[in-house]
């Protein structure tokens, strides 16, 4: 029977599989070494996820959490007021139970969601295009789209909305063809499901929401839709409101964190000031997500989430999405208007909770990623289906240049940007940290390891890496370290102490006597990151 049901998808989905096939090839590679360090929220999912999959507890103790809070797992009964959405948790926690602690396994189940989303706008295009082959182009031009790469290939849940957000489009999209109204309830259903996906979710799911029931009034749907949809997309929450009447400081902490729990009175001159500012700051990040030169020249500054070397999107995805945009817009139909409609949703979340956010971070709105590409495949229809052949030519000319511009892209990618990301990543290195304790651990006992205080995530990442190396013991004779009041006297010779490199306290110990210097660790471009001491016999 399964071998029936894989050569069914093989002969009436020849394509789309050869995509996920070349695609998962690129997309699985090397995932233990680019990226080429560990981020810290990818060691805190990491760290969280794998006491989940041991303990079926979180890190603060609590049996199977619907949403995590943040903490240092260096210091005893440490939270901060920062809570994550579960799903990337869960999902990590299940690559924890099958494989062992490694940046492979814990980066595995994005890269998974990756490929899904690839199959997902596959599933949509062939209910929004007559002909299959702009179904496949759909997916072709999410699976070459850099920001999707990049993104997918660390732990992190920015990519975590986009499945729901493509589920919903679907089953939208088949209650239009076929009017069946458990379509509606398994697309409301994808939207609640959704805002356990990443925080701005909770925006977007909502939005998602709104934009189908304006569609179902538009098409005079029956009330039987609305209470549908509604029901469905409110379903999910039957999980949230007993968890938050245990938990309310979740809620409170984390719309305080965006800054929309409200603020003291305010002078009214001030306040009109200051509503003006923010509108302008909204208006201007909101177009910077549709900035040309953002999406597909630079792809935005920071080095987490492009290589500076091509935009979000590769180039000739501008021509096809100019095009598809006036298809749709043109058409006036629902079946159009929705994806579109989408699209220009998509970065508002980011916009209205973060006008002081950066620019460049697609990451955030990374919903946008799929919608363009179904947007793109229209245009290319519209392109291909004109009666001058210059056009067409020059069509089949820009679609022949992504695959050439892609492997340009993966080849950057996978070499010198690597190297041009590690400091943003981990700015200290801590993988050649642990390596070097490691390795003089294993010639002489090192009775204790003291992080500094001030070293950038230093907790997580240090717990990851003693996981990774199946290292309990080194990480109970971990502490972190501060300066301030600390007798150094005390420390047992063997011990090793780690700074960043131009700490002042190294200088002080050195002078002082008692201590020299054991090793000092260099960033992947060859300047020095951190320094270890050594507590003298």
Known sequence: MQNETVARLLRRHPAILGVLAISSGIYLSGLDRAPIFVGGDEAHFASHAQSLATTGR????????????????????????????????????????????????????????????????????????????????????????????????????????????LGWLYFLLVYRDTRRIRSLVAGGLCLGLGLFSYIAAWALMPMFLGITLISLAVARASPKSFVAVLGGFAAPLVLFIPWLSLHPEMLWQTLGRYGLTGAGPVAPSAATVHEATTLAEQVTLYWQYFNPSFLFFAGGSNPTQSTARVGVF???????????????????????????????????????????????????????????????????????????????????????????????????????????????????????????????????????VYLRDDLDDRSVRWKFLMLKHGRPDLWQRTTALNPEGFDFSTVAPGSLLVFYTADPTIDRLLAAGGYSRAATIAAPSGEAATAILQRDP
């Open 314 to 448: 590769l180039l000739p995805v501008a021509v096809f999405l100019g095009s598809g945009l006036w298809r749709l817009l043109h058409q006036h139909t629902t079946k159009g208007l929705v994806p579109v409609a989408a699209l220009f949703a998509a970065p508002l979340p980011i916009v209205l909770a973060l006008a002081q956010a950066p620019e460049s971070s697609i990451a955030r709105a990374l919903v946008l990623l799929p919608l363009v590409a179904l947007v793109a495949a229209h245009g290319i229809e519209l392109l291909l289906e004109q009666r001058s052949w210059i056009l067409r030519a020059g069509t089949v000319a820009l679609l022949l240049a992504v695959p050439v511009q892609f492997a340009m892209f993966v080849n950057n990618y996978f070499t010198e940007y690597q190297l041009r990301a590690g400091p943003r990543l981990d700015p200290i290195n801590t993988r050649d940290v642990a390596a070097f304790v490691l390795a003089r651990d294993a010639a002489a006992h090192v009775p204790a």
């Open 58 to 165: 979180d890190l603060n103790g609590t049996p199977f959490p619907l949403f995590f809070q943040m903490t240092d797992p260096l210091v005893p009964n440490s939270s901060s007021l920062i809570w994550y959405q579960p799903l990337l948790f869960y999902l990590m926690a299940a690559s924890f139970a099958v494989f062992p602690v490694s940046e492979w396994s814990m980066r595995l189940p994005t890269t998974l969601v990756a490929l899904l989303n690839i199959a997902l706008v596959y599933a949509v295009g062939c209910r929004l295009f007559a002909r299959r082959r702009y179904a496949v182009l759909a997916a072709v031009i999410l699976a070459l789209t850099p920001a999707h790469v990049i993104i997918s290939r660390q732990a992190l849940d920015y990519i975590c909305p986009i499945p729901f957000a």
